[in-house]
């Protein structure tokens, strides 16, 4: 089974840090964790990815547990433009239906 | 103009009709996918080609043909629409490039989508 579980909203204060999880408990040793977004009825954009070890870039780190069945996503200092619907998925073809994140002002 | 495009963007057609949706990428990425995502739910995926004349079906392929003659093409054609299937249709590519040892990933683009109603 590809799927992912992730809450279906989440509010986040603007400023504060959005953590974002994602349990992904059928993932096998060689699937990679990928994160998208998608603000309003846009294409999803790709965030980041890991294996194993923890990630970061300049739009987001990524945590994935040792066990690797669940992670992550951290937005440091979520703005108001981060407000979009979040996906995690490990099977790079199956999308769930993501967390809704809204930051509020 | 390099990247991702799709057209049309809009379309309204009538049950029972053709039609085709075309997505064109300028990065000679060797996978390309096609996914619907219906109002409020999350992205589906209908078709994928791994490569030139490489197709394989993905969660809901029922109803949909694609083909792949050149690598930076891939159309989805619906052979007689349904209302079932107004949706929005996103295209993406990628490329699978090197990870962890052996191990690829593939980072997905995706294209603005195309907006169907089926009256």
């Known amino acids: 089974d590809a799927k992912t579980t992730q809450p279906p909203s989440m509010d986040c204060a603007e400023g504060r840090a959005a953590n974002l999880p994602c349990n992904h408990s059928t993932i096998s040793g060689n699937e990679y964790v990928y994160w998208y977004r998608q603000i309003h009825s846009q294409g999803p954009q790709y965030i980041i990815h890991g294996l194993k070890n923890n990630e970061t870039n300049e739009m987001a780190s990524l945590i994935i547990t040792e066990d690797r069945k669940s992670s992550t996503l951290i937005l440091p200092h979520a703005t108001l433009r981060d407000t979009a619907v979040y996906y995690c998925?490990?099977?790079?073809?199956?999308f769930g239906s993501g967390t809704k994140l809204n930051v509020k002002p | 103009d390099a990247g991702i495009t799709q057209s049309p963007r809009y379309k309204i057609t009538e049950t029972g009709r053709q039609v085709t949706l075309m997505c064109h990428q300028t990065w000679s990425h060797s996978y390309m996918f096609w996914y619907r995502q219906d109002l409020g739910h999350g992205l589906r995926l209908i078709y994928y080609s791994a490569a030139a004349d490489i197709t394989d079906k993905g969660e809901v392929p029922d109803g949909y043909v694609v083909s792949r003659s050149k690598t930076e093409n891939f159309p989805l054609t619906l052979e007689s629409a349904t209302r079932s299937q107004t949706s929005v249709y996103f295209c993406a590519s990628s490329e699978s490039r090197g990870g962890v040892g052996r191990l690829s990933y593939n980072e997905q683009f995706f294209g603005p989508g195309t907006r169907l109603t089926v009256l």
């Open positions: 998925i490990f099977n790079k073809f199956y």
